[in-house]
């Protein structure tokens, strides 16, 4: 399988429901990634998974969690949604981890 | 703190004529940089790409130019067409650690 894909596309949710995105990587990338992106604002860092164990994290609470399984798909959970979680949220995938990772096209989520 | 910044949210050139689309970074760790370009409706595609011990980087049309002293990097596309039209992310990355983007500039290729 090429490329990244990203389910679902769009997403609207109410405030304090709870919400999980998926992503399936390309086969053989061990390390994914999930970025928030807001409105104009370039993609903030929300955590990395390597071979389905978080190994880095950016400055997000904990009730954005996420996990990574064998078969390279990935999820991505927030909990207690609030309204500034409104944000394009982007999977990307590398075979190791370094600079060469491929984007989806990002689950655009709408919190109400 | 930003530490990748794009100070130009938005550039219009015309067709034919060359674009420079600038980046500035304060975390003197960062030795990978990159360009991403995304079109609406889809994710980042990589551009190209640059390592700090290089100070230029050419493919295409598109050269990346690194000035460490500065902390200074530029895209440069000559010449520019209406399909670049798009909107430019720099990014940066130090070894294997995440991504640090900045927030984007918007091309605007006029035919």
């Known amino acids: 399988e090429t490329g990244v894909t990203q389910s679902p596309t769009h997403l609207i949710k109410t405030r304090g429901q709870q919400v999980t995105l998926r992503c399936s990587s390309q086969s053989g990338h061990n390390t994914v990634s999930w970025y928030q992106q807001a409105l104009g604002q370039g993609p903030q860092f929300i955590f990395q998974y390597y071979r389905e164990e978080e190994n880095g994290r950016g400055n997000f609470p904990p009730r954005f969690s996420g996990l990574q399984f064998p078969n390279y798909s990935s999820e991505l959970n927030v909990n207690a949604l609030e309204l500034d979680d409104s944000a394009l949220y982007l999977c990307?995938?590398?075979?190791?981890?370094?600079?060469?990772?491929?984007f989806g096209s990002g689950t655009r989520l709408t919190v109400v | 703190d930003q530490q990748v910044k794009q100070n130009s949210p938005s550039l219009s050139v015309q067709e034919g004529r060359i674009s420079i689309l600038n980046c500035d970074y304060t975390?003197?760790?960062?030795?990978?940089f990159l360009w991403y370009k995304k079109y609406p409706a889809e994710g980042p595609t990589f551009l190209i790409s640059?390592?700090?011990?290089?100070d230029k980087n050419e493919d295409g049309r598109f050269t990346v130019f690194l000035n460490k002293s500065a902390k200074h990097l530029s895209l440069h596309i000559v010449p520019s067409q209406p399909g670049d039209s798009a909107v430019y992310f720099c990014a940066a990355n130090s070894g294997n650690t995440p991504l640090v983007f900045g927030k984007g500039t918007r091309l605007s290729v006029i035919a």
């Open positions: 975390n003197s760790m960062f030795d990978y």
């Open positions: 640059i390592s700090s011990i290089k």
């Open positions: 990307a995938s590398s075979p190791d981890g370094t600079s060469g990772y491929t």
